[in-house]
């Protein structure tokens, strides 16, 4: 069974404080994506990486920043986080190549900052 | 990218066939046609994909247009669990990151 795995469902942070969170895939999948779920804004993509140590900007990069330091493993990080960063965080992962690919979609987490 | 206009909600009754449509106007050559769903408090799974011809698979079917401007995706018989909001999404074969764009997507509830 495939599997995308995030390390906290729930999370509760104040403001400006560095928080992380961390994705593990074991498909073996060279792609991995992080995206922010909102009501009324749906599925917005924050950054992806294609491969070890290689990351794109997405659609609202502003505010975080990622770590791909191992293939299983993909890391969000809210540098000093902030109330407008209060959402739902998706991660995924596919393989790369013919887009027919299927894409794994983690369970979320939902974080909050007050 | 090439946009997806789905209706922003639709309703079934249980153990009917459900048919939730998808315009792509703009769609090109390469993109193929991805369908996600979303339950509640959950990631996104994936449904199914097609790029030309119509596709079956256990869990639903694609039927697309011959000028590939639209597509449906069917459900056969729709069931409580099927209630959630459906993503219809191109996918261009040429990016490297074959990322996903979601649009709004359909809510689709399904009466007892």
């Known amino acids: 069974d495939v599997k995308v795995t995030q390390s906290s469902r729930y999370l509760v942070k104040r403001t400006g404080e560095k928080v992380f969170l961390e994705c593990v895939q074991d498909?073996?999948?060279?792609?991995m994506f992080w995206y922010r779920q909102d009501p009324g804004l749906g599925l917005r993509l924050i950054y992806f990486s294609y491969d070890v140590k290689m990351k794109e900007k997405g659609d609202i990069p502003e505010g975080y920043s990622v770590s791909r330091e191992k293939k299983e493993r993909f890391s969000l990080i809210l540098e000093s986080a902030s109330t407008n960063q209060t959402s739902m965080y998706l991660c995924a992962s596919s393989f790369r190549g013919r887009s027919g690919n299927t894409i794994y979609f983690g369970e979320g987490s939902w974080l909050t900052v007050v | 990218d090439a946009k997806t206009t789905q209706p922003n909600s639709m309703e079934s009754n249980e153990e009917e066939p459900v048919h939730l449509p998808c315009n792509h106007s703009?769609?090109?050559?390469?993109?193929?046609i991805h369908w996600y769903r979303q339950l509640p408090s959950q990631g996104p799974e994936y449904v199914i994909h097609?790029?030309?011809s119509n596709v079956n698979n256990r869990m639903a079917s694609l039927a697309i247009a011959e000028d590939r401007k639209s597509s449906t995706l069917i459900l056969h018989r729709a069931t409580l669990r099927d209630a959630a909001v459906y993503y219809c999404?191109?996918?261009?074969?040429?990016?490297?990151?074959?990322?996903?764009?979601f649009g709004g997507g359909t809510r689709l509830m399904v009466k007892p």
């Open positions: 703009t769609i090109s050559g390469t993109d193929y």
């Open positions: 097609g790029l030309t």
């Open positions: 999404i191109l996918r261009d074969g040429l990016r490297a990151g074959n990322m996903l764009t």
């Open positions: 498909m073996d999948h060279e792609n």
